[in-house]
């Protein structure tokens, strides 16, 4: 932990405390630089920039080349975050990331922005549904998704002191601090903010509110709903998970990501392997976005808290009785 | 410092190189011997008089680095390590067997203490290599690092960021060595989709160009000599070379770059190639 111990309370873009803790990382550790292409302040890496010029690498609008060049960095000691949009980063460079720093065991860091919906008005040609997919298949890619900002500074700590490849992954918009999730930041951990007996809801980054809301709706309705952080979807908290879907007997997963190949279908791999429980899946189905007011496209495209509810009592009446 | 080599020494190292890809190819029933063969002097300048390796063990620890970016001419580049101590000799018949660290091509995963990057897939070399030279630029370490693309691989559009990149950081501790043979898998390069001429392109782009008879070892070694003392841009040697050189009845021949002579092909490639002195086959 770094020692500013940085805690937002107000509703806060989860990308400022990813360029927050960066800053704070490089006071420490003059190993840690940044690499951007073109959208410097988009991912909050200008608050690096300004205060360590010589340390900032900006590539230009050349996401491939900064994969490359962070991987090549990481081969001088340097522990480069390559910063820019989630799906520039996972579909344009995926053959950098793939060969240069995955299989290669590159200790870089692909910290990214507007993943999933909330890129809004610019549409379905800037919005990453298939991030979390594209990276987590990948072999050695830690695959980070942090709920808010308090977690999102405290994941960057944790990508800076894990040696790998680490995949960052952060929504543009603003998310409520999630009561709960001060409980320190590991990799490969899931926490629990709500512990029920009828429903496990295990989500993910933005998902995580929508959860949270969901859980205090099926309280009113007087089913008791457990509510997982699943802020690392890999490698997984499998343990966590299992005793959560052992005590409640069904599942919902929840993303701002597609149904197909996130952490829906991470946690579904892993009931089938070990302990088969109706799974409902809240994300976006398989389509591509548009353009809209995030909220719009959260409701459009079957985000809300409702549907959360909804997809609970789904796979309650699921149960084998 | 370079101009004391025995030209004629390098001259049998490469041919050993290439003696060394036919069998390597023939040995594992595939592989791809064409560019190999074609940058025999490539890396026998390179293996043989121009890098500085403080290990030889660990090429990765410096002052010189290599990446071989156009990685399925590896045959030749393991064949070079071999020659000068980086690697016993008879690893060479493993070479593209299962758990070998002699991968069909170039890998990190296999073969860390050598493999700066795994490369294969075209262009990504070169972005890497370029990486590890702005690190060294940063830490202000000594040394160079080189790069070996092929011609076809100019074709790929990182190729062209990375050259970008390069100029704009005046990357001086950089140098690409393109083996220009005008062969790609699917016919000649100036047919499929034409890269010449390179040097303007990259003049263009604001890097240092030479020019050089690829299989001249004098040349090659003055070319690098003069590559070490350009500053403030990174420096393009662009190799004039003939794919399979040395082998007449496969030069020029796209069917070459990756197909396995039959045993008795590569007999009589060895034997147009003629034994080296000096050297002994693995």
Redesign the interface.
């Known amino acids: 932990m770094l020692s500013s111990g940085l805690r937002y309370t107000d509703a806060t873009p989860v990308r400022d405390g990813f360029g927050r803790a960066l800053v704070e990382l490089a006071a420490e550790d003059s190993n840690v630089?940044a690499l951007g292409a073109d959208l410097t302040s988009s991912i909050r890496v200008h608050w690096f920039a300004e205060k360590y010029p010589?340390?900032y690498?900006q590539?230009?609008i050349?996401e491939?080349?900064m994969?490359?060049?962070?991987?090549?960095?990481s081969?001088?000691?340097?522990v480069p975050f390559a910063t820019t949009f989630s799906v520039f980063a996972t579909s344009l460079a995926h053959?950098?990331v793939r060969?240069?720093v995955a299989?290669?065991?590159a200790n870089v860091k692909i910290a990214v922005s507007h993943g999933g919906i909330t890129v809004g008005p610019d549409g379905a040609t800037h919005q990453a549904f298939e991030d979390i997919a594209l990276m987590r298949c990948l072999p050695g890619m830690v695959v980070l998704c942090p709920a808010d900002a308090n977690q999102a500074y405290d994941a960057t700590v944790a990508a800076a002191a894990h040696r790998g490849p680490v995949f960052l992954r952060l929504a543009r918009g603003e998310t409520a601090i999630t009561p709960g999730n001060e409980a320190g930041f590991a990799i490969g951990r899931c926490y629990t903010l709500a512990k029920g007996s009828d429903v496990a809801i295990a989500a993910t980054g933005s998902g995580v509110e929508l959860a949270v809301a969901a859980e205090s709706e099926l309280r009113t309705g007087g089913i008791s709903a457990t509510v997982l952080n699943v802020s690392t979807i890999k490698p997984l908290d499998e343990e966590t998970i299992l005793r959560a879907a052992q005590a409640c007997g069904a599942v919902v997963t929840v993303e701002e990501h597609s149904v197909i190949g996130g952490l829906g279908s991470t946690v579904a791999e892993l009931l089938a392997r070990r302990f088969p429980a109706p799974v409902e899946f809240v994300g976006v189905q398989d389509t591509f976005g548009e353009s809209g007011e995030p909220r719009e496209i959260m409701e459009k495209y079957g985000l809300t808290p409702h549907a959360v509810v909804d997809a609970a009592r789904r796979a309650m009446d699921r149960k084998c009785r | 410092m370079s101009t004391a080599v025995d030209s004629s020494a390098i001259n049998e190292m490469a041919r050993q190189i290439r003696r060394d890809c036919i069998r390597m190819v023939v040995t594992a029933g595939s592989g791809h011997p064409g560019g190999a063969m074609g940058a025999a002097e490539l890396f026998a300048v390179l293996y043989g008089v121009v890098l500085h390796h403080r290990s030889k063990t660990d090429t990765?620890a410096g002052p010189d680095r290599f990446v071989l970016s156009n990685g399925h001419i590896c045959a030749g580049w393991y064949s070079a390590l071999s020659l000068t101590g980086h690697l016993p000799r008879e690893e060479l018949g493993t070479h593209r067997k299962l758990g070998a660290r002699l991968q069909g091509h170039p890998?990190?995963?296999m073969f860390p203490s050598v493999v700066?990057?795994?490369?294969?897939?075209l262009?990504?070399g070169?972005?890497?290599?370029?990486?590890?030279?702005?690190?060294?630029k940063?830490?202000r370490?000594e040394g160079t690092v080189f790069c070996i693309v092929g011609d076809g691989e100019l074709q790929e559009?990182?190729v062209w960021?990375?050259a970008?990149?390069a100029a704009?950081r005046q990357l001086d501790n950089l140098v690409l060595i393109i083996s220009d043979n005008d062969v790609q898998i699917d016919g000649p390069t100036s047919e499929i989709k034409r890269v010449r001429p390179v040097a303007p392109k990259f003049e263009s782009f604001d890097w240092h160009v030479l020019t050089v008879d690829g299989h001249d070892v004098p040349a090659l070694i003055d070319a690098f000599d003069r590559a070490r003392t350009v500053r403030e841009k990174p420096v393009c040697i662009v190799a004039d070379t003939v794919m399979a050189k040395g082998v007449p009845f496969m030069e020029h021949d796209p069917k070459w770059h990756g197909t396995c002579p039959t045993p008795e092909m590569a007999e009589r490639a060895l034997e147009e190639l003629g034994p080296a002195d000096g050297w002994e086959d693995f």
């Open positions: 630089i010589e340390r690498i590539m230009g050349s491939s080349d994969i490359g060049a962070a991987a090549g960095l081969m001088n000691g340097f053959q950098a060969l240069s299989y290669n065991n | 990765t890998s990190r995963h700066e990057t795994s490369s294969g897939p262009g990504q070169f972005s890497v290599a370029a990486g590890i030279a702005l690190g060294k940063l830490r370490d559009g990182l960021e990375t970008l990149s704009h």
